[in-house]
């Protein structure tokens, strides 16, 4: 793989990171950071890689979001559904056969929620589970109880 701009690649003792990395812009998502990171098709082939961790540069967050400064520069809704039909990054993604974990930290708005949702799904569907900050597993798939009720949520 080359040298990117918007991400940086690394791989150290079987795992692969992809840092998002426009930490000035709380690394909002735009059509270079999507074209670099269809490039990760070669981790696919990589037999060295077991696990893909991604992350966002800065303190500050992960991903805030789509880089709204591209949108007046768009193309026309006919010409941007065809080219992400073209470069569809979430079929590349999806069709790591390493599982990917993506670090969440600080603000995750709009894209970086679609990524960390997408994610989830994926790693939920191959039997992975998610942890919190404690280091607890999490299930929000799970019925909560009210701590101050003997019924549970729905009304039991």
Known sequence: ????ETIVYGKKDHLAYVT????????????????????LHAVK?????????????GAKG?????????????????????ICMRRDIWKLLCS????????LHGYVFGSGVRMALFF????MCRGYAFWDARGKPRDHFRRRRNPNSSK?????
């Open 45 to 57: 082939e990589d037999d060295e890689v077991r696990v893909l961790i991604l992350k966002g540069a």
């Open 120 to 123: 989830r799904h994926q790693n």
């Open 20 to 39: 998002l990395n426009r930490p000035h812009m709380l690394n909002v998502y735009n059509v270079k950071m999507r074209d670099e990171l269809l490039e």
């Open 62 to 82: 992960f991903c805030a979001g789509a880089d709204l400064t591209e949108f007046l520069s768009a193309p026309s809704n006919i010409v941007a559904r065809q």
């Open 152 to 156: 549970d949520n729905r009304g039991r």
């Open 1 to 4: 793989m080359g040298q990117f």
């Open 96 to 103: 790591l056969p390493q599982p990917v974990i993506v670090a």
